[in-house]
């Protein structure tokens, strides 16, 4: 299940990146850029539960700013056990942000953005399509 970041997720996903990362930083400094990433209405930050625990964090930055509205993947962290399924996960965490009003064209996170459409999608011979249903 994707659902959008709240604040009260912090720690699980501070647990979740260190664990990824095999390094650690202090808790307080990582709390105050989650809670910017969270207030920023040029992000979307979403975590993805499996069974009511996190395997995921996804994030999304609609660069509305800029005039062309791009729609790129700004983070992805997962749980060792779900790195095969990056590219679905990646895919239902656009259509979920599509659905909820955020960015541009779902399509413009595949073609504009060198994560989405790299080696991962190549490898797992995935071919993204999004609906908000």
Do not use: W
């Not at 979307?44 to 009511?52: A, S």
């Not at 062309?68 to 992805?76: A, I």
Request: charged residues 20%; aromatic residues 8%.
């Amino acid at each position: 299940m994707i659902r959008p970041a709240l604040s009260s997720d912090c720690k699980r996903i501070f647990q979740l990146c260190c664990c990824s990362d095999g390094a650690q930083r202090p808790y307080p400094s990582f709390e105050r850029a989650y809670e910017g990433r969270l207030a920023d209405a040029g992000e979307k930050c979403m975590i993805i539960e499996e069974d009511g625990k996190l395997v995921g964090f996804v994030a999304l930055r609609s660069e509305t700013n800029t005039g062309d509205g791009k729609t790129t993947l700004s983070d992805l962290v997962l749980a060792p056990g779900m790195r095969g399924a990056a590219p679905h996960l990646v895919a239902e965490a656009g259509a979920f942000a599509v659905a909820s009003g955020f960015g541009a064209a779902p399509s413009e996170l595949f073609e504009r953005n060198d994560l989405a459409t790299g080696s991962t999608f190549t490898r797992h011979s995935y071919a993204p399509s999004f609906s908000a249903s």
